[in-house]
């Protein structure tokens, strides 16, 4: 009997999943990410033992990033590509519910080719995803990746005064905070708030060093904080 399975690990909201697809053949590509402390293989594609198949398609690169106008421009690369009917751009508000936003044709050429796709509507951090199909019908799915809009970056976290005098602190987070959290240089924990508000007041009980970790939907930060 034989044993068929695919798997692709991607890291999403702070969790590590694991997707699962079936097909003949090996289909897709492998490559390895790192998400904060977590490393992980990623791997797409099938592998029948006996029946050993050509990629349809080399995929060498998937990327995203948010542009001026608001929206989320993605571009991929390919290697060399065989009965590549084209790619489902497909994309999820969480990482793991996807669904299809658009398509772009394939070229089915042995030179390397670029392809770019818009999302105008990037109203939120966003994960996606290319579902690459063949001709007869079988597919392969790409790694995940995510694109978030400037008012929900980590890069807006912001405290004042630091040093502060009399141990107030006025923190500014990124839009849709997930949690905030204040600890000592021991790491012991002396405030944690979940879904805090975009601005807030948060008080170090005495003079020293102090820091202040928080998380969004896909980022992460640690910032120091010192009273006098």
Do not use: C
């Not at 692709?8 to 990410?33: M, V």
């Not at 992980?40 to 033992?49: A, K």
């Not at 106008?69 to 571009?75: E, H, I, P, Q, R």
């Not at 770019?116 to 951090?125: G, K, Q, R, S, V």
Request: hydrophobic share 40%; proline share 4%; charged share 20%.
């Amino acid at each position: 009997m034989k044993t068929l399975a695919t798997f692709l690990l991607i890291f999403a909201g702070g969790e590590l999943l694991a997707q699962a697809n079936t097909q003949s053949g090996i289909y897709g590509a492998a490559n390895s990410a790192k998400a904060g402390t977590i490393s992980l293989d990623w791997v797409i594609g099938s592998l029948v033992p006996d029946r050993l198949a050509a990629f349809p398609v080399r995929l060498i690169s998937f990327e995203g990033k948010r542009n001026n106008a608001g929206g989320a421009d993605l571009y991929w690369k390919t290697a060399e590509e065989t009965s590549n009917q084209g790619f489902e751009v497909q994309k999820s508000a969480d990482g793991r519910m996807f669904q299809k936003l658009g398509w772009v044709d394939g070229s089915n050429t042995d030179a390397e080719k670029a392809y770019t796709f818009t999302d105008p509507a990037l109203t939120n951090t966003s994960y996606y995803r290319l579902k690459q199909i063949n001709y007869d019908g079988s597919f392969t799915i790409s790694r995940v990746i995510v694109v978030i809009p400037e008012n929900e970056s980590i890069d807006h976290l912001l405290a004042f005064p630091v040093p502060s005098e009399d141990g107030r602190v006025s923190i500014t987070l990124p839009e849709k905070t997930q949690m905030l959290n204040l600890s000592d240089v021991k790491g012991i924990s002396l405030l944690n708030k979940t879904l805090p508000p975009d601005k807030t007041t948060i008080y170090l009980p005495a003079s020293g060093m102090y820091l202040l970790h928080v998380r969004t939907k896909a980022e992460s930060k640690t910032i120091k904080l010192l009273r006098k």
